[in-house]
């Protein structure tokens, strides 16, 4: 995968040379490059802001040195591989809510184009033009706000290259953890069996897989019951097997009715 970012602060992705990212990047898994956005401009102050029109406090980022960088990341002529236009993604707290299905989502992408908001954001019709010519998304990570693009960044693509094939040494892990299959992952161990005073449940130690398995699955909905009730809420009900209704009854947590489990 091919990923661009544009920042006025390239130092901020430093940490993209270190762990499974970093040996992505050296094993060429993941082709990175991190753009100074004022390298795009061409007053001696290297300016990339101004005040709004309107009126308003803060200020927003020129159009001119976007354009530019756009232009240059994305031509609109064919490279000689015949690469593709990227997907254009713009962190915004007015952006659609970032999830794993939507990390999975991206992953399937060839090329990623990454352009940092700051102040109070890019102006708008940077966006518009460039949706004439490839798909653009803004992203939200949540309802809160930041100070900058750079951490949303670092977020979805750490989220998104741990899905790329070759990237975990254990494939495997991707089936068990939270959110890969609607609902928070139970509780982990290792050892030692006991660690002052707090033992690991007698079931993780018994070898019995299917035991080991039912006890997972109740944990994870207990669990997700528990702190995200809104995941549950959204399974589809053939999901959902009598002793898993069991387990929401045990939780406290009452399906809709007409939910019938199997």
Not at 67 to 81: F, I, K, M, R, T
Not at 96 to 105: G, I, K, L, P, W
Not at 208 to 224: K, N, P
Not at 235 to 257: H, I, N, T
Request: aromatic residues 6%; negative net charge; glycine residues 8%.
């Amino acid at each position: 995968m091919r990923v661009d970012v544009v920042s006025i602060f390239p130092e901020y992705f430093a940490p993209l040379d270190l762990s499974l990212i970093g040996r992505a990047r050296e094993n060429g898994t993941l082709r990175l490059a991190v753009h100074d956005l004022r390298s795009w401009t061409h007053d001696v102050h290297r300016t990339v802001d101004d005040t709004p029109y309107g009126g308003g406090p803060g200020m927003v980022m020129r159009p001119e040195p976007w354009g530019e960088a756009l232009d240059a990341l994305a031509p609109d002529e064919l490279s000689p591989d015949g690469h593709t236009l990227p997907r254009l993604l713009v962190p915004s707290p007015a952006g659609v809510r970032f999830t794993q299905a939507m990390a999975h989502e991206l992953a399937a992408e060839s090329h990623l184009l990454f352009a940092c908001g700051r102040y109070e954001g890019i102006d708008q019709r940077v966006l518009e033009h460039a949706a004439t010519r490839m798909r653009v998304t803004e992203v939200s990570l949540g309802d809160y706000v930041l100070f900058g693009g750079e951490v949303a960044v670092l977020v979805i693509l750490e989220a998104v290259t741990r899905l790329l094939p070759g990237v975990l040494g254990n494939a495997g892990s991707l089936d068990e953890e939270s959110h890969a299959h609607g609902l928070l992952e139970a509780p982990m161990y290792t050892k030692p069996a006991t660690w002052r005073g707090h033992e690991v449940p007698e079931v993780l130690r018994s070898g019995d897989h299917g035991r080991i398995a039912r006890w997972r699955r109740d944990e994870a909905l207990t669990r997700t019951a528990a702190r995200r009730p809104d995941m549950i809420a959204a399974l589809p009900p053939e999901s959902l097997d009598k002793r898993d209704v069991a387990a929401l009854d045990r939780a406290g947590f009452q399906l809709p009715p007409g939910d019938v489990a199997k």
